[in-house]
């Protein structure tokens, strides 16, 4: 898929299937956003469902990513989802969360879930803001030993 988006917030942006040499960027933002995944698991994420990894693209260059996956239930699942620093709070995240709800309505899949950190506020209200609720609480989900909010929406 590739279809160019003009956030809410003034900024377009190309939203497309990851490909492989997109990695490097994947990574230096996935890293400054002190995500947990490393490059072998993003790639074998992306070999499972290659339709489930998307970027964000603006002028040539990578500046955000969702993965999504499917679980065995039958849901789907944002496994990660970042914007480079440098282009926060311009509609990036959202544009790119509203193209992970597409692919996953168009497989007809009903729900979709997600763990985010407890301390991370401007994600939780991304999240509740596009219609996640709170359905439980995982403690040291993180490796550094931060507990994760899981959410969940009705698609
Ligand atoms: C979470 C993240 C992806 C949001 O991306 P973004 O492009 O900045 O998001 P958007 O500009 O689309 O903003 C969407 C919502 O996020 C929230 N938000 C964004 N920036 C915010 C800020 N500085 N303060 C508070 N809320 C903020 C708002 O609720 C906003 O809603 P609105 O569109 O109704 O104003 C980005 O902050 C990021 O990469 N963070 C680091 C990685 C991360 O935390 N990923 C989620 C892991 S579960």
């Known amino acids: 898929m590739q279809v160019m988006v003009?956030?809410?917030?003034g900024i377009v942006v190309k939203i497309r299937n990851f490909e492989i040499p997109d990695i490097r960027r994947v990574m230096e933002i996935e890293e400054e956003s002190l995500l947990?995944?490393?490059?072998?698991?993003?790639l074998e994420l992306y070999e499972e469902w290659?339709?489930?990894?998307?970027?964000?693209?603006?002028e040539g260059e990578v500046i955000g990513f969702v993965v999504v996956v499917l679980?065995?239930?039958?849901?789907?699942?944002?496994?990660?989802?970042?914007?480079?620093?440098?282009?926060?709070?311009r509609g990036?995240?959202?544009?790119?969360?509203?193209?992970?709800?597409?692919?996953?309505r168009k497989r007809k899949?009903?729900?979709?879930r997600l763990?985010?950190?407890v301390s991370n506020q401007i994600?939780?209200?991304?999240y509740k803001s596009r219609g996640f609720m709170e359905i439980g609480f995982i403690p040291f989900y993180y490796k550094d030993g931060e507990g994760a909010i899981m959410m969940r929406k009705v698609l």
Not at 6 to 9: D, G, L, M, Q
Not at 92 to 104: C, E, P, T
Not at 109 to 112: A, D, E, F, Q
Not at 123 to 126: F, G, N, P, S, V
């Open 123 to 126: 994600a939780q209200r991304l």
């Open 71 to 89: 679980t065995l239930e039958g849901e789907g699942r944002i496994f990660a989802l970042a914007v480079d620093s440098r282009h926060r709070g």
């Open 6 to 9: 003009s956030t809410e917030k």
């Open 36 to 42: 947990d995944g490393d490059a072998g698991l993003y």
């Open 50 to 58: 290659p339709e489930g990894f998307l970027v964000a693209e603006k």
């Open 92 to 104: 990036v995240g959202g544009a790119l969360l509203k193209a992970a709800f597409n692919l996953l």
């Open 115 to 117: 763990e985010v950190r």
């Open 109 to 112: 899949i009903g729900y979709v």
